[in-house]
């Protein structure tokens, strides 16, 4: 078992800045890859990030590149998604995962969910 605990969510500005993280306790040894998804209300949860643990490699949707950066300290078992020029489209519920599959932009690829983190962004 992964328990995963999110933090940094809240409201911002349009334009402004926020920084999530994500900590992975329990059974870490292992870990392959993390990624961060979203959900806005009504719509379909949707892959934004993604990283392999042991080599960093990273992937991000079109939506978001260029605006949002995901990182990860090996040391704290923690993953961020640094994200920048937030417009209000990016407001959603946002959640951290881990991956035990290849497609990092495919939800069934992801064992264990964080519990969510809300973020607002006012236009």
């Known amino acids: 078992q992964v328990q995963l605990v999110e933090s940094g969510g809240g409201l911002v500005q349009a334009g402004g800045s926020l920084r999530l993280s994500c900590a992975a306790s329990?059974?870490?040894?292992?870990?392959?890859?993390m990624g961060w998804f979203r959900q806005a209300p009504g719509k379909e949860r949707e892959f934004v990030a993604g990283?392999?643990?042991?080599?960093?490699?990273?992937d991000y949707a079109d939506s978001v590149k260029g605006r949002f950066t995901i990182s990860r300290d090996n040391a704290k078992n923690t993953v961020y998604l640094q994200m920048s020029s937030l417009k209000p489209e990016d407001t959603a519920v946002y959640y951290c995962?881990?991956?035990?599959?290849?497609?990092?932009?495919?939800?069934?690829?992801?064992?264990?969910w964080g519990q969510g983190s809300q973020v607002t962004v006012s236009s």
């Open positions: 995962a881990t991956a035990d599959r290849q497609d990092l932009r495919l939800p069934d690829s992801y064992t264990y």
């Open positions: 990283i392999r643990w042991r080599i960093g490699t990273t």
């Open positions: 329990g059974r870490t040894v292992g870990l392959d890859a």
